[in-house]
């Protein structure tokens, strides 16, 4: 059983509570008022049973014959992923994965504000892109602004000391986009999203689709 974090909610819970959540601001779009467990589960791809077991984690249980109230449940999703308030955010990399997050303007209306860019490479240091000129971490730790989460995208041999810098600035939370495992102390938590793993895993399943198919069995995905 996955370990709960402070709060008492499993770490695999607090990882569906995003896609609770973007599920509930696509009903909302459509004018809905309410949604039964059945209808959210569908639109957030989970069994109904797991979602109602995650929601009562929050104290949320429905309503019988009514089901959720779509904004009430949204806000306490928000609440409990600490989206009500704006979390600074610093990318570090300016290769052309840092520069299309740089311009993703999905993170403002999800409660993160990319508040600086930083770089080593001499040809990328003082560029201004989306607004903000790029500088070191070092020049960012002595100056501000001040960042409560690090998304580092840099090739892997440069991203531990990327790590080490972040920490050293206080910095708690550090989303990893290197494909190489971090060191970091108690208390930082990493996040690792590793797109070539995942296009491995993918890989995997079109074989066994591709073998389910010459060998006359259906290879079922889960």
Same mark, same amino acid.
């Given at each position: 059983?996955?370990?709960? #974090? ?8 607090? =990882? ?9 601001? !696509? &009903?909302?779009?459509?004018? &809905?008022? $309410?949604? +039964? +467990? ?16 995650? &929601? $009562?984690?929050? =104290? +949320? ?5 009514? =089901? ?5 449940? $949204?806000?306490?999703?928000?609440? !409990? ?14 290769? #052309? ?18 508040? *600086?860019? *930083? %770089? ?20 960012? *730790? ?30 708690? +939370?550090?989303? #990893? ?8 102390? !108690? ?6 999203? %590793? ?14 689709? *591709? &073998?389910?198919?010459?060998?006359? !069995? ?5």
């Amino acid at each position: 059983m996955p370990e709960p #974090n402070r709060r008492g909610i499993p770490e695999a819970t607090v =990882g569906r509570l995003p896609g609770y959540l973007r599920a509930l601001g !696509e &009903l909302g779009e459509k004018g &809905l008022t $309410s949604v +039964s +467990s059945e209808e959210l589960a569908a639109a957030a791809g989970v069994r109904s049973a797991q979602l109602r077991k995650d &929601l $009562s984690y929050l =104290g +949320s249980y429905g309503v019988r014959g009514v =089901g959720y109230d779509v904004v009430q449940l $949204s806000a306490q999703i928000a609440r !409990e992923l600490g989206l009500t308030q704006e979390w600074p955010v610093v990318i570090v990399g300016l290769g #052309n994965l840092g520069r299309a997050l740089a311009a993703y303007r999905g993170f403002a209306t999800r409660g993160f504000r990319i508040v *600086a860019l *930083a %770089d080593t490479d001499p040809a990328v240091l003082g560029q201004e892109i989306e607004g903000l000129v790029v500088r070191t971490l070092q020049d960012i *730790a002595a100056t501000g602004p001040r960042v409560s989460i690090g998304v580092i995208t840099t090739p892997a041999a440069a991203a531990q000391e990327v790590a080490d810098a972040l920490v050293e600035m206080g910095v708690r +939370s550090i989303l #990893n986009f290197a494909p190489c495992l971090l060191s970091v102390p !108690e208390g930082v938590h990493v996040r690792k999203v %590793d797109l070539a793993t995942e296009l491995q895993i993918l890989a995997y399943h079109e074989q066994q689709r *591709a &073998l389910g198919v010459t060998g006359g !069995e259906a290879v079922v995905a889960q």
